[in-house]
C-alpha cells in the first residue's frame, strides 16, 4: 500500500520527529511505500511542499496521521486524499 504519512513536523521536538521516522521506517518495514513531507528539501517554500504533497497524496492508497499532533491542513489533506480516491483509508497512528 501507498501510505502519505501527515503530521506536524515544524515547530516539534526532537523526539516528535524521531517518533515520525520510526512510524515511517515501521511502515516502510511492513512492505509499505512511503510518502512523507519529512523527504522535503528544507529550503523548499511552502508553495513547493505543499505542490509536492498533493501530488503524493494522488499516488497514495492512505494517509497516516499522526494521533494528537493535527497541524492546520491535516483536514484538507484527508478531504483531498478521499475525495481523489474515495476506497482511501485513513489510519491514525500514535507517534
Given amino acids: 500500500m501507498k501510505i502519505f504519512v501527515d503530521g506536524k513536523i515544524a515547530g516539534v521536538t526532537d523526539a516528535d520527529l524521531k517518533s515520525f521516522y520510526q512510524v ?16 522535503l528539501p528544507d529550503d523548499s517554500d511552502l508553495g513547493e511542499k505543499m505542490d509536492i504533497c498533493f501530488a503524493f497524496l494522488r499516488a497514495s492508497d492512505a494517509i497516516a496521521v499522526e494521533t494528537g499532533n493535527y497541524h492546520d491542513k491535516t483536514e484538507v489533506f484527508i478531504d483531498y486524499l478521499t475525495q481523489y480516491n474515495p476506497d482511501a483509508k485513513v489510519i491514525s497512528k500514535a507517534m
Fill in 24 to 39: 515511517q521506517e515501521s511502515l516502510k518495514a511492513q512492505g509499505h511505500i512511503v510518502f512523507s513531507p519529512l523527504l
